[in-house]
């Protein structure tokens, strides 16, 4: 009953209202609306999204705050409703300043959210300040143009100011076309559509070849077909690059965890099970970092993956130099007994943080320079997390090339790992060799736990599942060799990405472990044997 | 090329050995005839034999012949598998009741080529047969290319950790991560009856008994001496025109078989058989055992491997908290200071940490 | 054996056979500490492994319950003291330490198991010992041990209102679904009721797509622009069910939104996601996700406010390594569990399994939930509330639809 009321009220004020040039929304009956049940919120959404083209600038600024609330739960649904904000709750239909702030939220039901994200959108095309918001605006709106009333748009671009702006509203507009009654129109629509070339193009095109007008009509079959033909070429080149940044990624990630491993085991022959653990170390002191930038400079808050790379490296490569001190070096004659002693570390290590730290993930910052990605094109998405993660190896592999073959201590590193007897008779100290490239080896590894925080979770366990993937990488490359463990990870991690949408992901890794033992069992010096006496 | 004084004196092993040898029959005769004990620490007894018997197949091959296999949890599952599928086929046979696998991977009926698993020679049979060809076809190409050392303890323990990937499949067709479970009756005897501990344990503990004595004659006879100078020094031992292609392969299946007999002990002890037993880590802890009993001892690996169990068993349920630190502390001990094992301790003269650089057996060639 | 004389082998064979045989015929090695006083109750939650983050708090939970009803004056003139354990996520070790907890601790109850794996290999231990295990997990069902209380809902009163709700109107009219799961029985049984459950509602087979990955999975790169394709082929509303467990879940939702889709394009029903699992993510990208359990956070009623500062007291009494403001809903059942366990012990004046599993029969407890939860005769499930709850920006979950009572539970599957 007390609906019908207010729907006829709703009425009354409209017609009320036909005289004026622009339509006024009723602001009190949809913020009734909106703190009604989730049927009423569909319906407030609905009337906010229609109202928005013949509003008012004022109206259509205080839609797009209306259903921003909704969205952020700021609605606070008390008697009178009004919307929460740091500066002071404001009444939600005349955004006065209201006294109270109380009142529950309504809940967004998954069926109402993309609607009140549609009428923010909406709303902001036309009420928004700043060119760049109002762009913003239209970029949600165009995944969902054919929903949308054809009239919106063309308003909206009557009202823009901005002409490259203008051009872009008239562009999605042509789009939202697509079932409009002029065959014409519906072409423009097509070729429209074309050109953003993803998946959900070609079911909106392709779905045209059941319309009548397909069979009836050639300039539309033509049209229709010359889409859908566009939009698959485009679609099969942004399938290859997706798989091709998919595997680089995993590529970047095995490279990074096996980088320091495969100097370590070049150098001395020696298996460092712990490897795992330091890359978890890296992370752990990536975490100290941000907390302490947090807690001293939170303006750095946002750099703290940049400003913890030094300190990663040193304290890694500490524990490292620490642990080969104590441990390695009174093993190097007994290669087997210090893989299971580095195990016993690695046990060590991982409970020791289990213990002092927690098993619970870690909570990173997700810097507003890495969260999201940017859609190339099509179906292509670049996610700032793993760019930063391939960028990041990238620049390893150069730092790591240009220690080895541009320092001192890379040309003793070399020289020890090709003939450790004559390196020490022309006075190389080869055990500060090996202590040294210790620390470089367990400083990459952290490093590679640094790069792995946006992207995996770290906890104290994160170590183990690098171990058997790293050391294979490392083996396939051919001990010793820095290009060899970067052209096994880039193949294992490519191929890994080929195979796993056919067969799943576990049988992927099992394809790709077994063609590796294979291999080695035929070549057991991996790709790239090292010139120099095997020891 | 080894260095004396680290070498335990033969007296010492051989009493040892004698003693370890005995201790196991003891407790076989102890388990299967003294009224008073529970059930539950037969069962442990039984567990702990499972165990010893698989670090002695691992000390034949790291021990004796310098192979270092990561990977030894592979044959342990083949044996506990094959056994489970018998148990399984037994269960529907002498009850009826169709087990949980059916129902959770979605079979009318157990598969039928696991039918004639129902009988127990054609179980044990398989679980010997399946583990010698994986471990000869495996060993064969190994050792023919001349992998050995540290690739071949890292291949191995990919091999084991790709067979763990496999079975954690549920469409692999074994129970997936479930693997098997709810074993009703063991030659026809329910096993709740307390006959049935009793008699596994003792079983265990015999066949490991039998196993030293058998290691031990092998190993003191032409063929240990043989793979002993294989370790030491292959080329040479090529050069004087032995064929340790067929010495290395010899005894990588025998540890292989007695790896699976392990297993097939193992799982209707404890009831459950699943892909953990193939995770890297077990298999790294075998050699964690033989490490620290000694190795290329037998005896050292059964000490290390009821030492380090029985310490595992009694922590994980009061201090749980503790083991792993145990574990770790033991090892990197071993590592450091015991370099032949706990029996080192009998000595009393550890290799001090101030002497780093000691050749041990095995070890010779990275 | 040259240099070796009949003495020294004699010394040293009986030595060491008297030290194997002593811990044989030893008193045992775990002893309790009063013999008479204490009756125990055996917790089975892992603290390390893959599971430690999510099981580990549980141990603290089932302590907690135990202070409040010793406090109260205990159960039959006894106090109740917890003995924990690590089963390492290993699921054998669980079957392991539940026969010792049985056979030698005499523990009167055991509490335990998340992943139904573990459950599955406990099983039968607490069959062959008669013993009494409460399991705090919805499961895929179709198992009823009069061994097993299962504490949490099996799939008719979880999963299939969640989904009815994601295909209703007042959902987003789910029309076609991509299930991901972890690659073991839970998620395997879970997916082939739904399969049946949308035949049985005339759904095509081509509308839905299952994959599978191992425990402990992280690389969801592809397998997201898997679901990304799925969702965008025509059909109509694509959902996704995700039944992967442990840390794969904050890795798939991790990629999930920085690969930029949001509920409103494909949403995500998380059956085994918790509030635990959102740590450390920026759920902004998420709001909307869904999850069903029998018990959410924001549920209201005085019992969940008192819980809720037991809770956070217990954390700051104890430092337990776990945050004091996130509750999950294997908490509060293993929390219910040890109350009912008590409830029953209590009506029945014993601790003998058999008379605590007569008792069960008309328990009713007022869980943190809110609702009142029950046992009947008829086997050993608790009837328990249903809520389905949205992510929101706090990592989070606000309830989104609750039932409007504990409808019966349904052991065994129709599809």
């Excluded at chain 1, 609906?3 to 036909?18: T, Y």
């Excluded at chain 1, 970047?252 to 298996?271: D, E, K, R, Y």
């Excluded at chain 2, 037993?277 to 005896?299: F, K, M, T």
């Amino acid at each position: 009953m007390t609906r019908f009321i207010r729907k006829a009220a709703a009425i009354v004020l409209a017609i009320a209202f036909m005289a004026a040039p622009a339509l006024a929304l009723d602001r009190a009956a949809i913020v009734a609306q909106a703190c009604g049940g989730p049927g009423s919120m569909t319906e407030a959404a609905a009337a906010l999204t229609a109202g928005v083209a013949t509003a008012s600038k004022d109206d259509a600024a205080w839609a797009a705050t209306l259903s921003g609330a909704a969205i952020e739960r700021t609605l606070k649904c008390g008697s009178p409703p009004v919307i929460a904000a740091p500066a002071g709750a404001r009444d939600a239909a005349t955004l006065a300043p209201a006294t109270s702030a109380d009142g529950t939220s309504p809940l967004l039901s998954l069926k109402n959210r993309p609607l009140f994200e549609t009428a923010r959108a909406a709303a902001t095309l036309f009420s928004g300040v700043t060119q760049g918001e109002r762009g913003a605006a239209l970029s949600a709106l165009e995944r969902r143009a054919g929903s949308l009333p054809p009239e919106l748009f063309e308003k909206a671009a009557d009202a823009e100011t901005d002409v490259g702006l203008k051009e872009r509203i008239l562009g999605v507009g042509q789009a939202a076309l697509l079932n409009s009654p002029d065959v014409s129109k519906r072409i423009s629509a097509i070729e429209r559509i074309s050109v953003s070339a993803d998946r959900r193009s070609l079911t909106q095109v392709a779905g045209l070849k059941t319309d009548p007008a397909y069979a009836t009509d050639q300039a539309f079959k033509a049209a229709v077909d010359a889409g859908v033909a566009s939009i698959e070429r485009r679609l099969q080149i942004s399938n290859a690059l997706n798989t091709l940044y998919n595997g680089l990624s995993f590529a970047s990630i095995l490279f990074m965890a096996s980088a320091g491993l495969a100097i370590i085991f070049g150098l001395m022959g020696v298996i460092n099970l712990a490897q795992g653990e330091f890359i978890m170390i890296g992370a752990y002191v990536t975490y100290a970092v941000q907390e302490v930038l947090r807690a001293a400079a939170p303006d750095l808050l946002d750099w703290y993956l940049i400003v913890a790379i030094p300190i990663v490296f040193l304290a890694t490569a500490g524990v490292g130099v620490f642990l080969e001190a104590t441990l390695v070096r009174r093993l190097y004659t007994r290669p087997l007994m210090t893989l299971l002693a580095t195990w016993a570390v690695s046990l060590l290590i991982v409970n020791l943080v289990r213990v002092g730290v927690g098993t619970q993930n870690l909570q990173f910052v997700t810097p507003s320079w890495m969260s999201g990605g940017h859609l190339l094109m099509g179906d292509f998405i670049v996610t700032w997390n793993r760019l930063f993660a391939i960028v990041f190896a990238a620049a390893t592999l150069v730092l790591t090339w240009v220690v080895l073959k541009r320092t001192p201590l890379g040309l003793n590193i070399r020289a020890v790992t090709q003939n450790r007897a004559m390196a020490g008779c022309l006075g190389i100290a080869t055990r500060r060799v090996d202590m040294m490239a210790f620390g470089l080896g367990s400083g990459l590894a952290g490093l590679a736990g640094l790069a792995l925080c946006p992207i995996y979770n770290v906890n104290p366990q994160m170590g183990s599942n690098f171990i058997v993937d790293s050391f294979m990488v490392v083996v396939l490359g051919g001990v010793g060799t820095l290009a060899g463990t970067v052209i096994a990870s880039l193949g294992v991690g490519q191929i890994n990405v080929l195979i796993e949408p056919l067969y799943g992901a576990v049988a992927a890794k099992v394809i790709v472990l077994l063609m590796i033992i294979a291999f080695l069992q035929w070549r057991p010096d991996g790709l790239f044997a090292v010139k120099g006496r095997r020891k | 090329m080894t260095d004396k004084a680290h070498i335990l004196s033969r007296a010492f092993e051989d009493r040892i050995f004698v003693g370890v040898a005995a201790a196991v029959a003891l407790a076989a005769v102890v388990v299967a005839l003294f009224p008073g004990l529970s059930g539950y620490r037969v069962n442990i007894a039984g567990q702990l034999a499972c165990f010893a018997l698989l670090a002695l197949s691992l000390d034949l091959i790291w021990g004796y012949a310098g192979i270092l296999s990561l990977g030894h949890g592979l044959f342990f599952a083949i044996g506990g598998y094959v056994i489970g599928m018998h148990l399984l086929e037994h269960a529907v046979a002498t009850t009826g009741v169709t087990p949980d696998i059916v129902q959770f991977m979605g079979w009318k009926a157990l598969p039928d080529w696991w039918g004639p698993l129902e009988s127990f020679p054609v179980a044990l049979v398989a679980a010997l047969g399946v583990s010698f060809a994986v471990a000869f076809v495996f060993g064969w190409v190994s050792f023919r290319s001349r992998v050995g050392g540290v690739y071949f303890a890292i291949i191995t323990q990919a091999l084991v950790y790709v067979a763990m990937l496999l079975m954690f499949r549920n469409d692999t067709g074994f129970g997936g991560n479930n693997g098997m479970t709810g074993f009703q009756t063991i030659f026809g005897a329910p096993f709740q009856t307390p006959g049935v501990a009793k008699g596994l344990a003792a079983t265990s503990l015999l066949v490991l008994f039998a196993a030293l004595v058998a290691c031990r004659l092998l190993m003191i006879g032409r063929f240990g001496r043989l793979l002993v100078a294989t370790r030491d020094d292959e080329t040479r031992l090529r050069s004087l025109g032995y064929e340790t292609l067929r010495l290395k392969l010899g005894v990588w299946c025998l540890s292989a078989v007695l790896a699976a007999i392990a297993g097939l002990l193992y799982v209707p002890q404890v009831g459950i058989i699943n892909p953990r037993v193939l995770s890297p880590e077990l298999s790294l802890e075998i050699a964690v055992w033989c490490a620290i009993g000694g190795r290329g001892r037998l005896a050292g690996a059964v000490i290390g491997a009821v030492l380090v169990n029985a310490i595992k068993f009694s922590l994980s349920a009061t201090m749980p908290e503790l083991w792993p630190f145990v574990l770790a502390g033991l090892v990197i001990l071993v590592a450091l200071i015991f370099p032949n094992g706990l029996l080192d301790i009998g000595r009393w003269r550890p290799t001090w940490i101030s002497r780093p650089d000691v050749l041990q057996p095995g070890d010779a060639k990275p | 054996m040259s240099k070796f004389d009949r003495r020294s082998f004699l010394m040293t064979t009986a030595g060491l056979a008297a030290g194997a045989a002593l811990p044989l015929a030893a008193p045992p090695l775990i002893r309790s500490a009063r013999a008479a006083g204490p009756v125990k109750l055996g917790c089975l939650f892992s603290s390390s492994g893959t599971m430690a983050n999510l099981e580990g708090r549980m141990n603290f939970v089932a302590k907690m319950a135990a202070d409040e009803i010793n406090a109260a004056g205990g159960v039959n003139g006894s106090t109740i003291e917890v003995v924990t354990s690590d089963p390492a996520s290993d699921w054998p070790l669980y079957a392991q330490i539940g026969r010792q907890m049985l056979a030698e601790t005499k523990v009167a109850a055991l509490f335990g198991c998340w992943t139904s794996v573990s459950r599955k290999s406990v099983l039968p231990v607490v069959e062959q010992n008669d013993g009494l295990l409460f399991y705090p997990l919805h499961f895929e069902g179709d198992e009823n041990s009069k061994n097993v209380v299962y504490v949490n809902s099996p799939p008719a009163s979880s999963v299939l209102p969640a989904v009815d709700y994601l295909m209703s109107p007042d959902g987003v009219e789910a029309k076609r679904f991509f299930m991901i799961g972890s690659d073991y029985v839970w998620p395997r049984t879970i997916n082939k009721q739904l399969k049946g459950y949308w035949k049985s509602k005339g759904i095509e087979e081509s509308a839905w797509k299952e994959e599978y990955v191992p425990f402990s999975f992280s690389n969801f790169q592809t397998i997201v622009n898997q679901i990304r394709a799925f969702a965008d082929a025509p059909g109509g509303k694509c959902v996704v069910v995700l039944t992967v467990v442990g840390s794969s879940i904050p890795d798939f939702m991790r990629e999930f939104a920085n690969q930029g889709i949001s509920s409103s394009d494909v949403p995500v029903l998380g059956l085994d996601m918790v509030e635990a699992d959102l740590e450390g993510l920026d759920t902004a990208k998420m709001v909307g996700h869904l999850n069903c359990w029998a018990y959410l956070q924001q549920a209201k009623g005085d019992a969940n406010v008192k819980f809720l500062k037991s809770w956070s007291d217990y954390v700051t009494k104890t430092g337990a390594p776990f945050k004091k403001d996130v509750a999950i809903d294997p908490m509060v059942s293993t929390y219910d569990a040890v109350h009912l366990w008590a409830m029953a012990a209590k009506k029945a004046g014993s601790f003998d399994v058999p008379e605590v599993r007569k008792a069960f029969d008309g328990l009713s407890f007022d869980c943190p939930s809110g609702y009142k939860i029950g046992m009947t005769a008829e086997n050993n499930y608790v009837s328990r509330g249903v809520f389905i709850g949205s992510v929101n920006e706090t990592q989070g979950f606000d309830v989104l639809w609750q039932s409007p009572d504990t409808p019966k539970p349904v052991p065994m599957s129709q599809y």
